[in-house]
């Protein structure tokens, strides 16, 4: 079975600050992976998905991901953050099945 | 436009007493899923329908059921909620159980509160 950690709990940024948001898989293979943000009291969003291919990939609102295998990880990045992003973030990895990650809280100072 | 819709935004329900969330969608997706969301934690998955093939998580309580009459709506019952039942309850869909078909998309989330 697949496991996905995200180590921050909470980030807090300033507005106009580059963002990485960490994320760590386990599995055996190569899973499949996803971001999706969470507004307060929203659903959730899907920014970006890597299946195959390009390990960099471009998503939604300016968001990138980067998959590196020897690392077991994907990561999140933004060059600018707007005050809008600030959400739940959470890393999901498709193996065996679908599991979250436990999500980043990110909050944006003006 | 095309999307998941959940109904209502807000249930307030008593303690035991049963209570229905309603979830239908316009994508005409084949799979639908329940997730529990309580707070500051990660969404956790109840269970899911391939078409009319209902497949439960194995951690799953039994007060949890959940109905697909048709393609468009799926609903989430509780049969006899208790106060750690409070959560968000989040429906999402997906083209196809496996990938490439398998992004999931959210509804906004019914908060269920137990008095």
């Known amino acids: 079975a697949q496991s996905v950690t995200q180590p921050d709990i909470h980030i807090t940024v300033s507005e106009g600050a580059s963002l990485e948001l960490r994320c760590n898989y386990s599995y055996g293979a190569t899973p499949y992976l996803f971001w999706y943000v969470q507004s307060p009291g929203q659903g959730l969003q899907l920014l970006l998905k890597?299946?195959?291919?390009?390990?960099l990939v471009q998503g939604i609102k300016g968001f990138e991901a980067e998959f590196k295998r020897s690392q077991s990880s994907f990561n999140l990045r933004k060059p600018s953050v707007h005050w809008s992003d600030a959400a739940e973030y959470f890393c999901a990895v498709y193996g065996q099945n679908f599991v979250f990650g436990p999500g980043t809280r990110l909050s944006v100072l003006p | 436009d095309a999307m998941v819709i959940q109904n209502p935004r807000y249930q307030v329900t008593q303690f035991g007493k049963p209570v229905t969330l309603s979830c239908s969608q316009t994508l005409n997706h084949n799979v639908m899923y329940w997730y529990q969301q309580k707070s500051s934690q990660a969404p956790k998955l109840l269970f899911h329908y391939y078409d009319k093939d209902f497949n439960n998580e194995a951690d799953t309580p039994d007060n949890f059921q959940s109905r697909r009459p048709n393609t468009s709506f799926c609903f989430l019952d509780i049969r006899s909620p208790g106060l750690g039942d409070a959560a968000m309850y989040l429906c999402?869909?997906?083209?196809?159980?496996?990938?490439?078909?398998?992004?999931?998309?959210f509804g906004p989330g019914t908060r269920l509160t137990v008095t």
């Open positions: 890597y299946f195959s291919g390009d390990t």
């Open positions: 999402a869909t997906s083209r196809e159980a496996l990938l490439p078909g398998y992004e999931q998309y």
